[in-house]
């Protein structure tokens, strides 16, 4: 009988969606899953600054890449639009102060054309 609840309940744990998880990136921000990428976040009071970086953690150029971010801030929606503001990094200034932690999303266009996007809870 406990070997069926096991079996059971591991069966439905396999079920569930794989969930991203944040980490402490280089820059001093949070890192989460965007696609075949991963995105640091870092926000400093009005500034947000992401860089995007492949599977090793390391940062890509930015050149050629886009995005808007859109968090929450106060509990209001904040967009953001994000352009390369040098090699290693996208930035973006929003109309409030961000805090250090804003929770939403960032969604990035590749140079390439392709979208792929990042939550941060």
Partial sequence: MVF?????VGSLLMTLPVQAHEVA?????????????HVEMVAKDKTLDVYVLDNSEKPLPATGFKGIAILVVNGKPARITLA????QKLTGTAEVALGAAPKGAVQLTAPDGTTASGKFN
């Fill in 84 to 87: 390369p503001a040098d090699a």
């Fill in 25 to 37: 990136g280089k820059f001093g921000g949070r890192v989460t899953d965007a696609g075949k990428y």
């Fill in 4 to 8: 069926w609840r096991v079996a059971v």
